[in-house]
């Protein structure tokens, strides 16, 4: 099946700090590539998404970057709260099931 | 959020045994997934259906079993051929087939070996 790394692993920053998140993959044929965040026991909610041909989508304090060329996407994150805190994961859509990558968990100090 | 149910939320199973896990959504969604969770594994595709009275293997479908005889309904049996079941179950749904589609999580179900 389709594969996505997903790095780092666990990302600390201060409150105010942006954070970034990024997938690599190797399929081409990928064009969906959405991001979903998890609250410490509950259940992952897309918080942002964005199609093959777009290159950058911004929602408030959220974007995803997809470099199509290179087969990476990225979250980012700017003036990060403490409400930011959990863990986070790209996905890869492009034939019939998804694939996730492994997670990072975003810390938030105040 | 709100059209995607599992139960119950936590279940204990004992050696031997089948345990069976809910999943109910009312999103008139065609397919359903079931995705397993440990910490630091991310989210693993059990099995998924596409369509009523078709499912498929996921990745690690061993030791579990589905059915979809309903649109609403897709529940998961954790077989006693599982011998680490002990996880974060997560039952997901989309509007289309396709991977392209939007997946909504129910709340989950954790699943604890006595």
């Known amino acids: 099946g389709e594969n996505v790394e997903q790095h780092p692993s666990t990302l600390s920053v201060q409150e105010g700090d942006s954070a970034v998140i990024k997938c690599t993959y190797s399929?081409?044929?990928?064009?969906?590539f959405p991001w979903y965040k998890q609250e410490l026991g509950k259940r992952p909610q897309l918080i942002i998404d964005?199609?093959?041909?777009?290159g950058e989508k911004k929602d408030q304090r959220i974007a995803v970057t997809l470099n199509k060329t290179a087969k990476h996407f990225s979250l980012h994150i700017t003036e990060t709260q403490p409400e930011d805190s959990a863990v986070y994961f790209c996905?890869?859509?492009?034939?019939?099931?998804?694939?996730f990558g492994r997670g990072t968990s975003l810390i938030v100090h105040p | 959020d709100g059209g995607i149910t599992q139960s119950p939320k936590y279940l204990f199973r004992k050696e031997g045994q089948n345990v069976t896990l809910s999943c109910e959504q009312n999103l008139n969604h065609d397919a359903m997934y079931w995705y397993r969770q440990d910490p630091g594994q991310g989210l693993r595709l059990i099995y998924y259906?596409?369509?009523?009275?078709?499912?498929q293997k996921g990745d690690i479908a061993e030791g579990y079993s589905v059915s979809r005889e309903k649109k609403e309904s897709f529940p998961l049996t954790v077989t006693s051929a599982q011998k680490n079941p002990t996880a974060f179950y997560l039952c997901?749904?989309?509007?289309?087939?396709?991977?392209?589609?939007?997946?909504?999580f129910g709340p989950g179900t954790r699943l604890l070996v006595l």
């Open positions: 399929d081409s044929a990928s064009n969906y």
């Open positions: 964005i199609r093959s041909n777009v």
């Open positions: 997901a749904s989309s509007m289309g087939t396709g991977a392209q589609e939007t997946q909504y």
């Open positions: 259906s596409q369509i009523v009275n078709d499912f």
């Open positions: 996905a890869l859509g492009g034939s019939y099931i998804p694939t």
